[in-house]
């Protein structure tokens, strides 16, 4: 079949909702929309009623919302990745498996109808024996453009649980994943370290907390240190707000201790403030050279390069 001029992506999380309107030969975003309905925000309210099957009921959710995009109707496609196929969202998809390769072989995908003249292309994610992703892959995949003059490397895209893919000559194939976000939001918000700590923005006048957290969670000893957040609050008077860059460091330091003194390139694609603070982290442990980073606006371009790339084959 012939791919559509325009395509609506669909980036459905855990906890937010973006759509995007998108002209197929530029990947230009025409329109955007959106919400902090996230799957698990929808499943609840799924949960709340008997009347609706699952698939349905997400399907009445997007609707509603695709309906709010100034000139919708020109989509000849919507591809959906994240949380969408996962069983809280809407259509529980089987888990491809690593490896996969830059032309998006070895990953999962099935045809959902949605309106007349207008369906859905569902993607999964992957898994290992040790982890699993949704989204990510599809992230990975648009990335894969800006990877390949460097042949191999180590592609780290942090967030609520943090994913370390290996990239070699155009194949991923392995990957390791880190909850340190969430461990992050556990620590900061609801243990007793919670009073030590205020959440703030990032700037220069962190670093030096942010760094001292880094070299132990650098050096292993992230459990033996994590108490000091607090005994820094109370016997040596500790800013809060530094302290909570102190605890980020720790968990960050630790997360990519396993990358010292390593030989391979690293790939950081990431928004603010994790682009900066990632960026800080690797800095402080490898060859600058070897540090390869990527923004926010390539992150979004590689979706989309993503899920164009997944249209391409489903065209075929």
């Known amino acids: 079949m012939k791919i559509p001029d325009y395509f609506i992506s ?25 919400t902090d309905q996230g799957v698990k925000v929808v499943y609840q309210k799924f949960l709340q009623q008997n009347q609706i099957g699952q698939t349905q009921f997400f399907k009445n959710y997007l609707e509603s919302q695709i309906n709010k995009l100034d000139d919708y109707h020109k989509a ?3 591809v959906a990745a ?6 809280i969202g809407m259509k529980e998809l089987s888990y491809g498996e690593v490896p996969f390769n830059d032309k998006g072989e ?42 390949e003059s460097y042949r191999s490397g180590i592609l780290i895209l942090p967030g609520t649980h943090s994913k370390h893919i290996h990239y070699l000559n155009g194949e991923f194939n392995s990957l390791k994943s880190f909850m340190t976000g969430e461990v992050f939001e556990l620590l900061s918000c ?10 703030c923005h990032w700037i220069n006048k962190r670093h030096d907390a942010f760094k001292q957290g880094l070299k132990i969670g650098f050096r292993g000893e992230l459990s033996a240190h994590l108490f000091s957040v607090r005994a820094r609050h109370i016997l040596d008077d500790a800013n809060k707000k530094d302290n909570f860059y102190f605890l980020s460091g720790m968990l960050i330091g630790d997360e990519l201790s396993y990358l010292k003194d390593m030989e391979h390139n690293v790939f950081l694609a990431a928004p603010e403030p994790f682009y900066s603070m990632y960026k800080l982290a690797l800095e402080s442990v490898l060859n ?6 990527f923004g926010d606006k390539v992150l979004e371009k590689a979706l989309l390069l993503g899920q164009n790339n997944i249209m391409e084959i489903y065209a075929k």
């Open 82 to 87: 994240g949380m969408a196929s996962s069983n």
């Open 288 to 293: 600058a050279a070897q540090v390869i980073c």
């Open 76 to 78: 000849g496609l919507i």
């Open 190 to 199: 609801t243990s007793i370290l919670s009073n030590s700590v205020e959440k």
């Open 106 to 147: 070895g990953l999962k995908w099935e045809i959902v109808p949605f309106k007349e003249n207008l369906d859905i292309i569902l993607i999964s994610g992957v898994k290992t024996e040790t982890g699993m992703m949704r989204g990510e892959e599809i992230q990975a995949l648009g990335l894969s453009k800006y990877l």
């Open 10 to 34: 669909c980036d459905w999380g855990t906890s937010n909702f973006r759509l995007k309107l998108v002209a197929t030969e530029t990947l230009n975003v025409l329109v955007e929309h959106k």
